[in-house]
């Protein structure tokens, strides 16, 4: 439990690892790098929801009870956008939009730390440390996109990076969450994983791959597939 715990603190903290380059450099530049960041998490996601949840999904358990827990996973990520009137996230236009991108990725961060305790509570050589560099990849545009509109609001260095920290502070809670009911009900282990993958593949094709792709169509689909092929080579090496 205390590993996990801190394997998913470190999740968040990579999230404040993507305010560096934004105050390092300023928002201007940073914003020229967000579409292939934004790209390659949306590659790196597609990859760690097939190969690193629903593969595994379906060998702990029946197809249906998988494909429910997508359909789940889906829906939350739907209504939740529904709800907060989500749109264009990515704008950079002032502190109501920082308002937006926080409470948006803050709210996405508990399925993602769903799949870190599932992944850990799976018997599965290396498919906890697997999930974990995919969410910790993601994060980190995820911790630029925070940073961006709260540097042009002329906040400090310190403020962009642990706002970009707390939007990602509910993955640890996730994650025990996660691991501990499926640890007590093992027969959770199948739709655990369907949700986190349904989640996960929802972000992506509502979130991570328009918004790359509306920014910057070429380093956006760059990005796509260098974070594909980086979480394939990935998870050969971990044998997963």
Known sequence: ?????????????ASGVGAIPVFALGADRAV??????VGFAA????????VGLLIPGFRE??????????????ALLVLLRSWLGHRGELAIEGSSTSLLVF???????????FAIGTAYASATAGLGLFV?????????????????????DGRSASQQFWAAVLSSSPQPVGA?????FVERIEALLPLSFGFAAGAMIALVVRQLAPDALRE???RGSIGIFAGMAFMAAISLALSV
């Open 32 to 37: 020229r790098w967000r579409a292939g960041m």
């Open 103 to 113: 409470i948006v990725l803050f709210a996405h961060s508990l399925p993602e730390g």
């Open 61 to 74: 358990g029946p197809a249906v009870e998988v494909l429910i827990g997508v359909a789940v996973g889906i």
């Open 43 to 50: 590659g790196v996601m597609t990859v760690a929801a097939v």
């Open 176 to 180: 025990v969450i996660a691991y501990v």
């Open 132 to 152: 974990v560099i995919a969410i910790a990849i993601q994060n980190i545009p995820e911790g630029t996109s925070v940073a961006i509109p709260l540097s042009i």
């Open 216 to 218: 910057d169509m070429r």
């Open 1 to 13: 439990m205390a590993e996990l715990i801190f394997v998913a603190c470190l999740t968040a903290v």
